[in-house]
Protein backbone atom coordinates (compact mmCIF):
# COMPACT_ATOMS: atom_id res chain seq x y z
CA UNK A 1 0.00 0.00 0.00
CA UNK A 2 1.34 3.41 -1.12
CA UNK A 3 1.81 5.71 1.34
CA UNK A 4 0.88 9.18 1.24
CA UNK A 5 3.12 12.20 1.54
CA UNK A 6 1.27 14.82 2.95
CA UNK A 7 0.16 12.04 6.21
CA UNK A 8 3.63 11.18 6.71
CA UNK A 9 4.68 14.91 7.68
CA UNK A 10 6.55 15.75 4.97
CA UNK A 11 3.62 18.68 4.22
CA UNK A 12 1.93 19.12 0.07
CA UNK A 13 3.39 18.44 -2.94
CA UNK A 14 4.35 20.86 -5.31
CA UNK A 15 1.54 20.27 -7.05
CA UNK A 16 -0.43 20.39 -4.08
CA UNK A 17 0.77 23.98 -3.53
CA UNK A 18 0.35 25.10 -6.75
CA UNK A 19 -3.46 23.90 -7.74
CA UNK A 20 -3.96 25.61 -4.31
CA UNK A 21 -2.81 28.74 -4.96
CA UNK A 22 -4.50 28.87 -8.59
CA UNK A 23 -7.75 28.22 -7.09
CA UNK A 24 -7.21 31.08 -4.44
CA UNK A 25 -6.34 33.65 -6.68
CA UNK A 26 -9.40 32.35 -9.03
CA UNK A 27 -11.62 32.35 -6.66
CA UNK A 28 -10.85 35.94 -4.79
CA UNK A 29 -11.20 37.34 -8.45
CA UNK A 30 -14.28 35.94 -8.94
CA UNK A 31 -15.47 37.04 -5.71
CA UNK A 32 -13.61 40.19 -5.72
CA UNK A 33 -15.75 40.92 -9.31
CA UNK A 34 -19.16 40.06 -8.66
CA UNK A 35 -19.52 37.30 -10.85
CA UNK A 36 -22.14 35.17 -8.72
CA UNK A 37 -25.71 35.21 -9.38
CA UNK A 38 -26.23 35.66 -5.71
CA UNK A 39 -26.89 39.65 -5.06
CA UNK A 40 -26.35 39.66 -1.33
CA UNK A 41 -22.96 37.37 -1.88
CA UNK A 42 -21.90 40.07 -4.17
CA UNK A 43 -22.50 42.82 -1.86
CA UNK A 44 -19.83 41.29 0.47
CA UNK A 45 -15.63 42.16 0.56
CA UNK A 46 -14.82 38.61 0.91
CA UNK A 47 -10.90 38.03 1.58
CA UNK A 48 -9.43 34.20 0.82
CA UNK A 49 -6.43 33.80 2.70
CA UNK A 50 -5.24 30.30 1.92
CA UNK A 51 -6.90 27.50 -0.26
CA UNK A 52 -6.02 24.00 0.65
CA UNK A 53 -6.17 20.61 -1.54
CA UNK A 54 -6.15 17.22 -0.61
CA UNK A 55 -2.90 14.99 -2.23
CA UNK A 56 -5.62 13.93 -4.49
CA UNK A 57 -6.95 17.43 -5.59
CA UNK A 58 -10.47 16.04 -5.04
CA UNK A 59 -11.34 18.29 -2.06
CA UNK A 60 -10.34 22.42 -2.29
CA UNK A 61 -10.72 23.73 1.16
CA UNK A 62 -11.01 27.82 0.85
CA UNK A 63 -10.15 29.84 4.34
CA UNK A 64 -11.90 32.96 4.02
CA UNK A 65 -12.85 36.20 6.32
CA UNK A 66 -15.32 38.66 5.61
CA UNK A 67 -14.03 42.58 5.37
CA UNK A 68 -14.21 43.31 9.03
CA UNK A 69 -15.17 39.98 10.49
CA UNK A 70 -18.84 40.59 10.73
CA UNK A 71 -21.27 38.11 9.57
CA UNK A 72 -19.30 35.27 9.24
CA UNK A 73 -21.42 32.35 9.82
CA UNK A 74 -23.83 34.30 7.13
CA UNK A 75 -20.87 34.24 4.59
CA UNK A 76 -20.08 30.50 4.73
CA UNK A 77 -23.80 29.63 4.31
CA UNK A 78 -24.10 31.48 1.11
CA UNK A 79 -20.80 30.45 -0.40
CA UNK A 80 -22.09 26.84 0.42
CA UNK A 81 -25.34 27.51 -1.29
CA UNK A 82 -23.27 29.33 -4.31
CA UNK A 83 -20.38 26.38 -4.32
CA UNK A 84 -21.66 25.10 -7.63
CA UNK A 85 -21.56 27.79 -9.63
CA UNK A 86 -18.16 28.96 -7.71
CA UNK A 87 -16.78 25.54 -8.66
CA UNK A 88 -18.27 26.09 -12.33
CA UNK A 89 -16.93 29.17 -12.88
CA UNK A 90 -13.17 28.43 -11.32
CA UNK A 91 -13.23 25.33 -13.28
CA UNK A 92 -13.57 27.73 -16.68
CA UNK A 93 -10.56 29.75 -15.36
CA UNK A 94 -8.35 27.16 -14.67
CA UNK A 95 -8.94 24.96 -17.40
CA UNK A 96 -7.88 22.00 -15.09
CA UNK A 97 -9.72 18.63 -16.09
CA UNK A 98 -11.34 18.07 -12.63
CA UNK A 99 -11.74 20.73 -10.54
CA UNK A 100 -11.66 20.00 -7.04
CA UNK A 101 -15.05 20.01 -4.94
CA UNK A 102 -14.91 23.44 -2.50
CA UNK A 103 -15.21 23.45 1.04
CA UNK A 104 -15.12 27.01 3.16
CA UNK A 105 -13.81 27.47 6.58
CA UNK A 106 -13.52 30.35 8.49
CA UNK A 107 -10.18 31.62 7.78
CA UNK A 108 -9.16 32.02 12.00
CA UNK A 109 -5.72 33.32 11.11
CA UNK A 110 -5.91 36.23 12.68
CA UNK A 111 -7.45 35.44 15.67
CA UNK A 112 -4.43 33.12 16.38
CA UNK A 113 -2.06 36.38 15.48
CA UNK A 114 -3.66 38.54 17.67
CA UNK A 115 -3.62 35.52 20.83
CA UNK A 116 0.03 35.29 20.07
CA UNK A 117 0.31 38.77 20.43
CA UNK A 118 -1.04 38.80 24.13
CA UNK A 119 0.97 35.61 24.76
CA UNK A 120 4.30 37.72 24.31
CA UNK A 121 3.28 40.76 25.91
CA UNK A 122 2.85 38.60 29.19
CA UNK A 123 5.22 39.35 32.25
CA UNK A 124 5.50 35.81 33.02
CA UNK A 125 6.56 35.11 28.99
CA UNK A 126 8.61 38.64 28.93
CA UNK A 127 10.57 37.10 31.93
CA UNK A 128 10.82 34.11 30.57
CA UNK A 129 12.05 35.23 27.10
CA UNK A 130 14.77 37.37 29.44
CA UNK A 131 16.07 34.44 31.46
CA UNK A 132 16.25 32.34 28.27
CA UNK A 133 18.57 35.34 26.35
CA UNK A 134 21.15 36.03 29.67
CA UNK A 135 21.62 31.83 30.29
CA UNK A 136 25.31 31.32 28.86
CA UNK A 137 25.08 28.67 26.04
CA UNK A 138 26.93 25.00 26.66
CA UNK A 139 29.92 24.83 24.50
Known amino acids: MAKNKFHEGLGP ?22 DIHDPE ?24 LPLGG ?24 LGLKFTPDLRFRLDETFDRLDETRRLFSDETVQRDIAQTDEDPQPE
Do not use: F, H, W
Open 13 to 34: SQRQLRVSETIRRALSEVLARG
Open 41 to 64: LNRLSITVGEVQCTPDLKIATAYV
Open 70 to 93: QGQDTILQMLARNKAELRRMIGRK
